[in-house]
């Protein structure tokens, strides 16, 4: 299933290399065609529907796609590795290759880590790794408030400089308000983007969501009330501040009809939320599993079926990883004990795959949420199609039919939410910068014959 | 044995006849058989228990099995021994049954998955204690024939007892009609969706009632302020005479124990002999705990059916 090949010492290619034959996804012009995309010293140098349609010019290397779907890579704008602090649960070169896998072109890490990105050479020292490691882009969020402590400004100025593309406490929501409105109103010196996990701290104790299965299981519940409270808050603050928000990881029903009324009044608040929210519900942690054990917790089927309709509609503008590597240590333990978090790099596309093929969202609608919208919110360079863009491209098979299997994963830690799910749509080739950093064995004759 | 959940009425009922069948050999002099002659049974209790703990030892040893009591607070867990390793280890010392308490809800689910042996749930966090339903079912049904049709109200912390939630499901896979009465700070969410009635009014919640079922008030798992104060908490929901007067005039009172006098249960309805079955209770549980290691490692377990 997922066997392949990393592709690491090649250097790109010096010439141009064209990529024919395939389905192309454009998500800003809202379009599928068939066509082919030229690539030149790393960059996009053209693309379209009438490009190479009677064939490559002799003299430039060229790529057979076969019909299957080409895209821009996803950029994926919130992950966790386990470097620095906890290299025994993924390293940045791991979580690198299973990017790779997944088909994701840019990264955006999470500061929590040990130590925590409150200090700008953690951001270097990522930004180093990554030109070391050659695989996918890594960029790393700054720490919103210093130790993630949700109390005092970390140096926001200083993170920026050295390269924090965004600021967030990462899964710690800041339940002071004071301190988020300071934040906001800091934050426009630098036209710097706030992520926020919204979850009202004092009622977000519980383990699971609250409601019948918990009662059942005998486990605390978190109510998804928890949620929608600071999502309120936190837009009445961009309100007063004129600050720019992105609200991470939306789960309810409530919050995603609050976040749609706030956008129609003209503010500056986007968000996202995760495939478990959008693919699975409550029922999934049944039975004390624990890799179902997620924050926020999964809520219920009425709150799914919202979520999806946030997706449709746009009112969530995009879908991230919320890439979470545990091993067994954190897992094997009783519910209650067992740390929250799930990987999510390698199944981001074939589950996101699903709004498509269960005929919610379109494909460009889809490499709206997992690219271009995200890359523009952050202000990175990939996740488009355009000339001169970086060649950042994902090459997939929509159709392959295959089974999430916590064996096949490439990433230090298997905790997948999805394991057993069976999926359809796999990644054949990844290409960062114009490079191949990845490709999958059945479609490797055909990228070693061109 | 995890959880009464799933447990079919036959089940429940071939359980509560094996248990008959011990009473009065417990209340004999000669107390021993050797059904279980050989095997071995650990208690291990992660959480401090006195009676469960003494009563699945009593029941074991009347059978003649042998049994270990592990002191979890001198044992290797206190080293930072994990859960599964300890399970893997008691394991590997092949016993015939585990009885397992622990503090945590899905605890004994858990360590099940990882042992050969049959595990016994003696109590695991919030969720079940199938052999505290199976006896207040047996203390019932010696005193009212059958379950079938009674109404029964399970009173107090509903949020924190699985008791409760155990009791719950075997009252009404028997036929028994159920009402959850407590403060709804101690009441779970969407606990109507299990079945019950729910009531926050001891007035209108034990009208008409043929047993009532207390609970302790459990402020060692609380966090924060559930509710004001226990002589609150006791003026409206401690069970005194007067509300029991509501009650059916035959109503019988029980309790699962440790009670707490003055909280949940004044002392005069606690020791009224014409309702309070709560030493019965007690002497239920060994001969219910019998019946189950009897059923489960006493080479007839197809008398009972599929019990574990």
New interface residues.
């Given amino acids: 299933m997922t066997s392949g090949n990393i592709l690491r010492g090649t250097p790109p290619h010096a010439g141009s290399t064209a990529y024919i034959n395939a389905h192309i996804i454009d998500p800003t012009a809202d379009r599928v065609y068939a066509g082919a995309v030229l690539i030149s010293d790393g960059k996009i140098a053209d693309f379209g529907p009438n490009l190479f349609a009677s064939g490559a010019p002799y003299g430039i290397q060229s790529v057979d796609c076969r019909g299957l779907h080409l895209a821009p890579g996803l950029v994926d704008t919130r992950a966790h590795t386990g470097e620095p602090g906890e290299e025994h649960k993924e390293t940045l070169e791991s979580a690198g290759i299973a990017a790779a896998v997944g088909g994701i072109t840019s990264m955006v890490l999470l500061p929590d880590n040990e130590p925590p990105f409150d200090d700008a050479s953690l951001i270097e020292f990522v930004a180093r790794r990554a030109r070391q490691i050659k695989l996918t882009n890594m960029y790393a969020y700054g720490a919103l408030t210093v130790g993630l402590e949700g109390k005092e400004l970390a140096e926001m100025g200083l993170l920026a400089e050295a390269g924090a593309v965004a600021f967030t406490d990462a899964d710690h929501a800041v339940g002071n308000a004071q301190v988020l409105r300071r934040a906001l109103y800091y934050a426009k010196a630098f036209d710097a983007l706030i992520v926020h996990l919204p979850q009202e701290p004092t009622l977000s ?1 519980g383990t699971m969501t ?3 299965m ?8 978190s ?1 998804p009330l928890a949620e929608v409270m600071l999502v309120e808050r936190d837009i009445r603050l961009v309100e007063m501040t004129g600050g720019r928000l992105h609200l991470s990881k939306i789960s309810t029903a409530e919050s995603v009809k609050v976040i749609a009324a706030a956008k129609a009044r003209g503010l500056r608040v986007t968000c996202d939320t995760a495939p478990p929210y959008f693919a699975l519900n409550d029922i999934a942690v049944g ?2 599993r624990t890799f179902g054990k997620l924050v926020p917790p999964l809520r219920s089927e009425k709150d799914r079926q919202a979520i999806v309709e946030g997706l449709k509609e746009g009112t969530i503008d995009c879908i991230v990883s919320d890439h979470r590597p545990q091993d067994q ?1 954190s897992k ?6 067992a740390e929250p978090g799930g990987i999510g790099l390698e199944t981001l596309l074939p589950v996101s795959l699903e709004l498509v093929h269960n005929g919610e969202i379109t494909l460009p609608q889809l490499f709206q949420r997992l690219a271009s919208t995200p890359a523009r919110l952050f202000n990175l360079p990939g996740g488009r199609l355009a000339k001169g863009a970086p060649a950042d491209l994902v090459l997939f098979d929509s159709d392959y039919a295959w089974k999430i299997d916590r064996s096949d994963i490439w990433s230090k830690t298997k905790n997948s939410p999805f394991d057993e799910r069976p999926v359809q749509g796999l990644v054949m080739a990844t290409i960062v910068g114009g490079r191949t950093i990845y490709c999958h064995d059945n479609f490797a004759p055909a990228a070693a014959a061109a | 044995m995890l959880g009464i959940e799933g447990l079919s009425p036959e089940t429940i009922s071939g359980l509560l006849d094996l248990s008959e069948s011990y009473i009065d050999q417990n209340r004999s002099i000669d107390k021993r058989r050797d059904l279980l002659s050989g095997r071995t049974v650990i208690n291990l209790f992660f959480e401090n228990s006195t009676r469960t703990r003494t009563s699945f030892e009593v029941a074991a040893k009347r059978l003649g099995a042998d049994v270990i009591n592990m002191d979890v607070a001198t044992s290797s867990v206190k080293k930072g021994e994990t859960l599964l390793d300890t399970a893997m280890t008691l394991n590997a010392m092949r016993p015939d049954a585990i009885v397992v308490r622990h503090s945590e809800s899905g605890a004994v689910n858990l360590l099940s998955q990882k042992v050969n042996c049959t595990v016994i749930n003696a109590g695991d966090g919030q969720h079940e204690h199938p052999t505290q339903a199976l006896l207040d079912a047996l203390t019932i049904r010696r005193r009212r024939g059958s379950l079938q049709g009674l109404l029964v109200a399970i009173c107090g912390d509903i949020m924190h007892s699985r008791v409760a939630r155990s009791n719950i499901h075997l009252l009404q896979i028997m036929g028994a009609r159920v009402r959850v009465v407590g403060p709804p700070t101690l009441m779970p969410t969407d606990i109507d969706r299990m079945g019950v009635e729910v009531h926050y009014n001891m007035r209108t919640g034990l009208k008409d009632v043929d047993i009532v079922m207390m609970l302790r008030l459990q402020t060692e798992r609380m966090q924060g302020s559930f509710v004001p104060s226990v002589s609150e908490y006791f003026r409206f929901y401690g069970l005194d005479h007067e509300k029991l007067k509501i009650a059916k005039p035959d109503v019988l009172v029980m309790h699962p124990g440790p009670m707490n006098r003055g909280v949940e249960i004044d002392s005069e309805v606690a020791d009224d002999l014409d309702r309070s079955v709560i030493h019965e209770q007690v002497e239920m549980g060994v001969a219910v705990r019998m019946a189950c290691l009897e059923a489960l490692i006493g080479g007839r377990r197809n008398a009972i059916g599929a019990a574990a």
């Fill in positions: 104790g609250s409601g019948e918990a009662t059942r299981l005998g486990l605390s519940g109510p039975d004390y240590d094997r333990v009783p519910f209650a004990q």
